[in-house]
C-alpha cells in the first residue's frame, strides 16, 4: 500500500516563505517521478512543480517559476516544495503526486500519476 503525507502547510502573508514535505511509504520512492499539484476553490487540480528520479530534471508551472524550489531526499522518501514571495493567489490545497518510474521527464498532466496524499491547505493573506 502506497501512501504520502503532506505537511507544513498553514496561514502566512504575502512575501512570506513556506515549505511543504511529502513523506511516502509502500513503494521505492528513489525510482519514481513525484511532483506537487495544486487545487484552488473552485478550480482544477494544476501541475505546480516535478521531479524525475536519477535524472534529477525538474519542471515549473509558469506562474511559480523563479519562486519555487521542489527537491527531494531518497534517503528519507520525503520530497519537498520550497515556496518564497508567496501570493494571495497561491492560496489552495497542495497535493503531493508518485508517477510513473525511471522517467527522464516531468509530467504536467494529472493522469500520469498515480498515488497522491490527502492535501495540506496553504492559505496566504494579502
Known amino acids: 500500500q502506497v501512501q504520502l503525507v503532506e505537511s507544513g502547510g498553514g496561514l502566512v502573508q504575502t512575501g512570506d516563505s513556506l515549505r511543504l514535505s511529502c513523506t511516502a511509504s509502500g513503494r521505492t520512492f528513489s525510482r519514481y517521478l513525484v511532483a506537487w499539484f495544486r487545487q484552488a476553490p473552485g478550480k482544477e487540480r494544476d501541475f505546480v512543480a516535478g521531479?524525475?528520479?536519477?535524472?534529477?530534471?525538474?519542471g515549473y508551472a509558469d506562474s511559480v517559476k523563479g519562486r519555487f524550489t521542489i527537491s527531494r531526499d531518497d534517503a528519507k522518501n520525503t520530497m519537498y516544495l520550497q515556496m518564497n514571495s508567496l501570493k494571495p493567489e497561491d492560496t489552495a490545497v497542495y497535493y503531493c503526486a508518485t508517477g510513473g518510474m525511471f522517467r527522464t521527464r516531468v509530467s504536467y498532466t494529472m493522469k500520469d500519476y498515480d498515488y497522491w496524499g490527502q492535501g495540506t491547505q496553504v492559505t496566504v493573506s494579502s
Open positions: 521531479i524525475t528520479s536519477t535524472a534529477r530534471t525538474t
